[in-house]
């Protein structure tokens, strides 16, 4: 297959100033009519797209064409002769009951509705499916009264009613200009929440969230966070909601977390749906942030869209920003960014350092489905951060409003967007454009050292940076990183913090004399995507966790160390040796004992400065390695800080314990739970009849499913008795509420079962396990790929095995669901010879066996 390139991006040959469509839906044959009203704006025939429909009848200007005047092929249908303004009427059918694609129209719980973003419109008629080709809509929807109550599209709703034969009608208006990705249709039997929301102008908007009959009360949180995002987004970008109503709607088979569709936001229930009994803190905090995103695309994507499909980062990396500082206003500005950039390590350094490795705005694709990746979201994120830091927050607003301002109602590109900052700043972006074009992680090299000068009157930070090559990318420039960075002494900073913007490949910069003993807190708020390699000893790093006031680098001192410990005890046992005992170690666990007792930091953070790195960033730093050594690495330095601080963490377990008996989903009392289970879980690592007995009873007595759950992993780590009735009564309680049944999948799928491999392939046979729902696919093969070391990467094969089957399987239904689980091979340079040849020889397995573009794709690049 030819990959589709963005130097060969040419705009569409004619405009349509109305689009008008005509569902009369029917699970088994959709019949779809579209009216477009076309002009031409250049030469060349009319090509419209169009997969898996079939064509009824087009005319032109009310007149039938024949057969012979047109071409239809595999995914076209093209016209070479048209006037050059007229009226194109299109008659097609679909079959949604048949989509396991969950693109375009399909049916989810008797219920249809639509996916069309990136390319989805095209299976639902003939149309120009590209983001550059804008128009309004006006869409009628058409379907039987009783089955489908309630019916959905995009905008203001401008008719109704009735008619012959138990159906009835909708007729729904978007004045606002968009492209057909952002197109949504929804059809079925819902329970509403309704609330509404008066924006910065006085009106008064709607809110309405669709969900399954019975779950409205789940819908509270998602409301909740609805209103409060809207108001953020009015204080912070100026930004006000444009319809007369918004609208989002909850399925329970949904490719994705969410799509932010014009008014009428889909979303998957799992991003949704949430009460204290069935969902995680965790839970409820994504179902805030997606809540958030999706409404911000409201502006950065909708309002402005993307000129095409390389420019994804447009929207998506400045809206995963808006999402992220929101989130950030809401809960704590430190806590935020560590989980920010613990999951940028986790992903997208990962995905950067590997064979998939690729631009934020990439330059070619086979399937844009595969490019909705961590390096356009969360790298696309850090650029906006990186460009904020550098410009400072006036500019910054400056440019944002020139941007809202100046490119309304287009499709943009990155470079118009960085134009409106260069207007807003003067500053040059020439340089800056580098980080969308140049894949990798940079390294980030910091030294330092004494003037040569005597006597010395300051001291040097030298920085220097180089960016290794990635796939198709040998050479790599110098890119525009902003540094802030202070020096620290015993009792705090000796320094406001600086701004070092480096353009070159190393420079060095100087700072007065301090006479007492200090360190250097480098990168503060981690203010640049890069990987830090610096020369701080423990010493420098035990007196960061202790006295640096930004609050992100405490935590990274932490991390910094631990680091360190994990490669060597990873490497030591590869090579089959026990980790010793050493200084390092002991520095470590005091640091971490000082933060643990110290009441002036908050619960959240102590949980994440007790969070080791993840096995993914000590695996990147060791490799190749045996993975198992990594992961059991993680438990040695578990094991270790448990024993060292054994007392204060049982202290604190029981003081985080909830002795209100009410459960709030708010970041204060989220921190209380995520500091008891992190200790509940260290204590767990010593493998002591007392962490199996707290566990024990906190299952027992649990009111939340954060507590529920996390004691459920705690027994399913310790292993033994208590294990198997409690994985057994868990489903028993909650069999009927897909949503845990997928968190009971997905521990499942990650316990060192004792009968291996069989185990899961039982899991995947039993008749509850859904192999068309990509959640529950998700919970069990991602969570077995990503969250099973010992299994997966069991060196007789048989996980990569088990694994290559399932993507398999699953690609024969769903391409973009089996590709993106591919992904977990993405490491597999990173891992030890032998394992390298096993990976490898699946990888040659799954593209032997002809699979779907976007699996072919990714396995090919995999492979390399
Ligand atoms: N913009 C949305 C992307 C999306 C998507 C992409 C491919 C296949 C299915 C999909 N569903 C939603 C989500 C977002 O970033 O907000
Ligand atoms: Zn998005």
Not at 345 to 353: G, K, P, S, T, V
Not at 418 to 429: K, Q
Not at 483 to 497: D, F, H, K, S, T
Not at 798 to 824: C, T
């Amino acid at each position: 297959p030819t990959p589709t390139r963005l130097a060969d991006y040419t705009p569409y040959n004619f405009e349509i100033s109305e689009t008008r469509f005509d569902f009369r839906l029917d699970p088994k044959a959709t019949r779809v009519r579209s009216l477009l009203k076309m002009k031409r704006t250049g030469p060349g025939p009319l090509v419209l797209d169009g997969e898996a429909i079939d064509l009824v009848s087009v005319e032109i200007d009310g007149r039938q064409l024949k057969r012979s005047e047109y071409r239809l092929t595999q995914d076209k249908l093209i016209l070479e002769e048209t006037p050059d303004v007229f009226t194109l009427n299109i008659e097609s059918k679909c079959n949604p009951s048949a989509n396991t694609t969950l693109m375009g129209l399909y049916v989810s719980g008797g219920r249809f509705c639509t996916q069309c973003e990136a390319e989805g419109f095209r299976r639902i008629t003939y149309f120009p499916d590209r983001p550059d080709v804008m128009s309004v809509f006006t869409v009628l929807i058409d379907a039987d009264k009783t089955a489908y109550p309630t019916l959905l599209a995009n905008g203001n709703k401008i008719e109704e009613g009735d008619i012959d034969g138990g159906r009835h009608y909708a007729v729904w208006h978007d004045p606002f200009l968009k492209p057909c990705y952002l197109f949504a249709l929804v059809a079925g039997e819902f329970d509403l929440l309704e609330d509404s929301f008066t924006t910065m102008s006085g009106r008064s908007i709607p809110l309405e969230i669709f969900v399954d009959p019975g779950d409205a009360p789940k819908a509270a949180y998602a409301m909740d966070s609805l209103i409060r995002a809207m108001a953020w987004d009015e204080r912070a970008f100026g930004r006000e909601y444009d319809l007369d109503r918004f609208m989002i709607v909850a399925v329970r088979d949904f490719n994705f977390g969410a799509m932010e569709n014009k008014g009428l936001n889909i979303f998957n229930s799992s991003l949704l749906l949430a009460d204290a009994e069935t969902a995680t803190d965790m839970n409820f905090e994504r179902i805030e942030s997606v809540v958030a995103h999706e409404y911000f695309h409201n502006w950065t994507g909708n309002r402005i869209t993307c000129r095409d499909w390389f420019q994804l980062c447009l929207k998506e990396g400045f809206t995963v920003f808006r999402d992220q500082e929101f989130s950030a206003d809401q809960r704590g500005a430190a806590v935020q960014r560590i989980k920010d950039v613990r999951a940028l390590r986790a992903r997208q350094f990962a995905e950067d350092n590997g064979p998939l490795a690729h631009p934020v705005r990439p330059t070619e694709y086979l399937k844009i489905d595969n490019f909705y990746t961590a390096t356009i979201y969360e790298k696309g994120a850090e650029l906006i951060r990186m460009l904020k830091a550098w410009l400072g927050e006036d500019m910054f607003r400056k440019g944002s409003d020139i941007y809202f301002d100046r490119l309304d109602g287009t499709a943009a590109t990155i470079e118009q967007f960085l134009a409106c900052f260069e207007t807003a700043s003067g500053e040059d972006m020439g340089q800056f454009m580098r980080w969308y074009e140049q894949a990798g992680t940079p390294r980030l090299t910091v030294r330092r050292r004494r003037t040569p000068t005597k006597p010395v009157i300051s001291q040097v930070v030298s920085f220097k940076q180089v960016t290794p090559p990635t796939p198709g990318q040998p050479k790599k420039a110098a890119v525009l990183i902003p540094i802030r960075w202070q020096a620290i002494g015993e009792n705090g900073p000796l320094m406001e913090p600086q701004l070092t913007v480096m353009t070159t490949k190393s420079t060095d910069v100087s700072y007065p004399r301090f006479d007492e003993p200090h360190s250097i807190s480098v990168l503060q708020g981690f203010s640049a995507p890069v990987i830090l390699n610096s020369d701080a000893t423990t010493a420098d790093l035990v007196r960061l966790m202790g006295n640096d006031p930004d609050a992100f680098n405490r935590w990274e001192a932490g991390q910094t160390l631990a680091r360190r410990l994990l490669v060597d005890f990873a490497k030591a046992l590869e090579a089959g040796k026990m980790p010793k005992t050493n200084p390092a170690l002991r520095d470590y666990c005091k640091a971490l004992g000082t933060t643990l007792n110290d009441p002036q930091f908050d619960n959240a953070f102590k949980a994440l400065v007790l969070t080791s790195p993840s096995s993914m960033e000590v695996l990147m730093e060791a490799a190749p390695i045996d993975p198992i050594a990594v992961h059991e690495a993680g438990q040695w330095l578990s094991r270790a800080v448990a024993d060292a601080l054994r007392d204060d963490l049982l202290v604190t377990y029981k003081a985080m314990r909830d002795k209100t008996g009410v459960f709030s989903p708010d970041a204060e009392a989220a921190g209380r739970r995520a500091l008891k289970s992190r200790c509940l879980a260290l204590l767990s690592a010593r493998f002591d009849p007392l962490a199996a007995s707290l566990a024990s009873n906190q299952l027992d007595n649990a009111t939340n499913m954060t507590d529920e759950l996390a004691a459920l992993i705690t027994l399913s780590r310790l292993g033994g008795q208590r294990v198997e009735s409690s994985m057994e009564a868990f489903f028993a309680k909650w069999k009927d509420q897909p949503l845990v049944l997928d968190k009971w999948f997905s521990v499942q799928s990650m316990r060192d079962h004792a009968d291996g491999i069989h185990a899961i392939t039982r899991l995947a046979e039993t008749p509850s396990y859904e192999r068309n729902n990509p959640n529950r696919v998700r919970a069990l093969v991602g969570g077995f790929s990503m969250g099973n070391t010992k299994l997966f990467h069991k060196l007789d094969g048989s996980g990569y095995r088990f694994f290559a089957d399932q993507v398999l399987d699953m690609d024969s239904r769903n391409p973009s669901v089996a590709a993106r689980l591919l992904g977990a091979f993405e490491i597999w340079r990173k891992l030890d010879p032998r394992r390298q040849a096993l990976v490898q020889a699946e990888l040659d397995r799954i593209i032997a066996a002809k699979p779907s573009k976007n699996v072919l794709e990714i396995a090919e690049r995999t492979r390399g």
